[in-house]
């Protein structure tokens, strides 16, 4: 369907777009698509559930699908496909992505490649809130099991050994962490620590 693509800067982080010309019908339609070059997973992946869908990257260099989502033929609204299903949640898991009429360029192109930077970072944001809540309580239970005594300091792992997420311990602190992915899409995940402290005096 696109006849020619090419892809071009917007000058803004983590963003890229491309001209593309569309052949529809009779006419040759020029749009343009920006979208997110920061991998987006599941929700239930950020919070452990490695069964959920998994980051889905779309990089500088790698143009989305375009889809016609108008149910007219003769008027086509043009949209960006970035998305997969998840297959445990069902959630639509992908980057943001915009497209826009015309081959944009200067002020116009910055502007949409803004917009589409802002909705990443409230997604990733928004990500970042839910996994930082679901620690807390995961190192809040730890520290009132152990104070409790239904749970050894001996049960835990040392911080420093774990190569997954979880919860464990670094001296007198239980540590919760997990991590989101590298928002440049490398293997340079974002760490997400909780920390709280065993009350005194609790030393089993």
């Known amino acids: 369907m696109a006849r020619t693509i ?5 000058g803004v982080p983590r963003t890229s777009a491309a001209h593309l010309v569309i052949d529809h019908r009779y006419d040759e339609t020029p749009i343009t698509v920006v979208w997110s070059t920061v991998p987006v ?5 950020v919070l452990g559930d490695i069964s959920s869908q998994g980051p889905v990257h779309y ?8 889809w016609n989502s108008s149910a007219s033929g003769i008027f086509p609204s043009w949209v960006a496909i970035t998305e997969v299903q998840c297959g445990r949640c ?19 192109l910055t502007e949409v490649a803004r917009e589409v930077a802002e909705l990443a970072d409230e997604e990733r944001e928004s990500q970042r809130a839910k996994l930082i809540a679901s620690l807390t309580d995961d190192a809040e239970d730890t520290v009132r099991d152990l104070v409790d005594g239904t749970l050894t300091r001996d049960e835990l792992p ?6 997954r997420p979880g ?28 920390t709280r402290p065993i009350p005194t005096g609790q030393t089993s």
């Open 41 to 45: 997973a599941c929700t239930d992946w």
């Open 6 to 10: 090419d892809i071009i800067p917007t």
């Open 59 to 66: 990089p500088a260099d790698r143009v989305p699908a375009i």
């Open 90 to 108: 069902g959630a639509m898991v992908g980057p943001w992505a915009l497209v826009r009429d015309g081959h944009l360029e200067g002020d116009e």
């Open 167 to 194: 919860v464990g311990l670094d001296g007198d602190e239980v540590i919760a962490w997990g991590f989101l992915p590298d928002p440049a899409g490398g293997c340079d995940d974002e760490i997400v620590e909780v």
């Open 158 to 163: 040392y911080i420093g050994h774990m190569d």
